[in-house]
């Protein structure tokens, strides 16, 4: 069976742009567009919206985006199930997580996965963790190494790998700015304070959580996609950051930053590996899932 039209129409969908899409599926821009249009012409409706500088999904285009998920997936699955009863497994399976995570986990995680199923090949996305789950659920990726929720959506499950400790980290450097006494803090000794936390997220949640029981409204200095780029820019003296302390354990920055003995302390981190739920009827996603050991 020729899926290649399907696959074309899911990465324009994703990308919304010609030229992304057709890298994505290594085609020429006129190929895909060629396979969009036949596509159109069997469905005898529009897909997309577009013209020059947009691209745009129809309403008839979001409803075959659900159904070319689905078929896709269903056909994977088959296509597995056959296979593993031939006791090998081949196929792809994409996960993402932080640029922290794959070097903290992966290694452990894959190596033994690995060696049992040679004949799969693994993709690998980097990015922001708060963008982790949403990926997941939305289809984009199979698993996602990410933070646990503070509740975590029926439709996924979650298997934990570790658990990190959230800190405050300030610079070396002396600045007037920097709490004196973070073991006892005060509303009138965090107010200045420049912060750089996360754009959205768990450790954004807690921060907020905590600023909001001192009774303050943090001073943001910076917002940020990933805690790599805090520990960059509070080791520059921007201000004082919020961190799991595995990335800042793992950071080339790590001597540049102090962690603050701030109380109370934030709550943990929970980290570990997530997947659709109804993905794990597939012998791949659930071969790679049963490979993991919760801990």
Known sequence: MDLRPLKHFLALAETLHFGRASEACHVSPSTLSRSIRQLEEAL???LFERDNRHVALTRQGVTFQRYARETLEQWEQLRLSLMSEARRLTGEISVYCSV???????????SEFRAHHPGIELKLHTGDP???????????EDMAITPRPRQTPEALAFKSLTRSPLVFIAPHERHDWIPATPETPSAEQ??????????????????NTWF?????????????????????MVGLGFGVGVVPKIVLDNSPLVERV??????????????????????????????LWDEVVER
Request: charged share 20%.
């Open 258 to 287: 102090r962690v603050l003995p701030v109380k109370p302390e934030l709550p943990h981190y929970d980290v570990g590996l997530c997947v659709l739920e109804r993905r794990l009827r597939s012998p791949l996603i659930r071969a």
């Open 190 to 207: 965090w107010r200045q304070v420049p912060m750089v936390l996360s754009e959205a997220g768990l450790s954004r949640e807690f921060a």
């Open 44 to 46: 005898g409706v529009a």
């Open 130 to 140: 708060a963008e982790a789950m949403s990926r997941v659920l939305a289809g984009d």
């Open 100 to 110: 922290t995570a794959s070097y903290s986990f992966l290694y452990e995680l894959l």
């Open 212 to 232: 909001r029981a001192l009774g303050i409204t943090p001073r943001i200095y910076a917002q940020v996609a990933g805690h790599e780029a805090i520990v960059s």
